[in-house]
DNA sequence: AATAATTTTTAGATTAGTCTAAAAATATAT
DNA sequence: ATATATTTTTAGACTAATCTAAAAATTATT
């Protein structure tokens, strides 16, 4: 039996993993999950014993395949759940998270696989990121950063880096939410903040913001 | 805060309260929740250290506002959740208490009130137990049990006492459904078994059976 | 390459919850 | 009312997860 604490250093394992390096830090772990790096190191070893995390001592973790699709697993309920909460419950994409958190470690397949059923299996959580499938598929959409796009064209919002509510909330008082289309018309050079042409009404972003905001193009 | 353990010692003592007696034993604690009465005595100290039970050595337990306060939230979780499951998510009744035990321990008074609302502020869950109102008031309905009703009186089924899956597929069997009616026709004395009338069927029924199962006369 | 700074691990303690086995209290039976 | 049986509590140990403080290894700096 896998314990609530293992999944959630597992997915935390996944998430950091996927942020580019081969191998995880242990002190990224102990930010990640707000303790301290030798409790990391405790967990790190059990996690190893298990068979969930490859771990030699001061080079690292990573997940094994076993692993791995526990974090998958963890994250397909966790973004089913965001779906249900704002697209049955009428939660807003600010709030979702921490009781997507409580309701990602409950175990049913039943559940699940019902839950994605009467959810109409969506693809996409309400911040944009794409459901795994029930064998752990993740379909990658391409997507691509607003500080990135040129001038002149026409973009749909799909998808946000940051995902805390106080970015949420911009965004929300902005009228920019997932689907919302809009036309980058100028990028200053000085700021990197960027014009952009959103139902008519022209709105100048930072850089902050267009760095944490995907698009795909229209 | 209250851990999930703590929570389910209350539920416990509340449940066992409710049937009769004034206190509850630590043996009959330990029997419901599946642990050893030197445990139960220990988090009963803990429960009227935190102010949530009355305890005194060797007299047994009970519930002080606060702890009745937190069971019958924990109940109108539980119940409204195991309505979800049935409703839909196409769960059958036996197979919904123990994902509801993992659910009913969700904490977000957001995700109960939106759920309540989604559902259409239900009053019973799928076994036909009350469901609590966001202030703890339970309203209780005049049910019977089938083994106490007169021959020739038309029922309603309103609810089951014994909660098992054994039960309530044997009941699925016999097309025995919350709101299902049926007539009393025979009363056997010498063992008590019950003969019903239930969709121009005749069906004997033990009386086990007839002491598990609520009706209302219609 | 030697030293300094940082990261990671170990050692030992702590808390929540559990257990076994023995002691104490209560209830039952003769 | 005394002995017996049952229930409940205590004492002490165990596991999972955490922490602090110190030691060891790695990385960075000069």
Redesign the pocket.
């Known amino acids: 039996m896998i314990?609530?604490?293992?999944e959630?250093?597992i997915k935390a394992i996944y998430h950091l993993g996927k942020q580019g390096t081969k191998t995880v830090?242990?002190?990224?772990i102990?930010r990640n999950?707000?303790?301290?790096?030798?409790?990391?190191?405790?967990?790190?070893?059990?996690l190893s014993d298990k068979g969930y995390a490859h771990?030699?001592?001061?080079?690292?973790?990573s997940l094994t395949a076993a692993g791995k699709t526990i974090a998958i697993n963890i994250v397909r309920k966790h973004r089913l759940w965001e779906v249900f909460l704002v697209e049955k419950l009428n939660f807003s994409w600010d709030e979702i998270h921490e009781v997507a958190e409580q309701l990602e470690h409950i175990k049913s397949k039943k559940l699940i696989t019902q839950l994605d059923a009467f959810l109409g299996y969506p693809t996409h959580d309400p911040h944009g990121d794409p459901i795994p499938d029930p064998d752990g598929n993740i379909k990658k959409i391409d997507k691509v950063l607003v500080s990135e796009v040129e001038v002149g064209k026409l973009c749909i919002c799909v998808g946000v880096v940051d995902t805390s509510p106080e970015f949420l909330k911009y965004l929300d008082k902005n009228n920019i939410a997932l689907g919302a289309s809009f036309k980058v018309i100028y990028k200053e050079v000085f700021d990197n903040s960027i014009t952009i042409l959103i139902n008519t009404r022209e709105l100048i972003i930072s850089s902050t913001i267009a760095n944490n905001l995907f698009v795909k193009y229209s």
């Open positions: 314990t609530l604490t293992e959630n250093y830090s242990t002190n990224a102990a999950i707000e303790t301290k790096a030798s409790s990391v190191t405790d967990m790190v070893k059990k771990y030699k001592k001061y080079q690292g973790v």
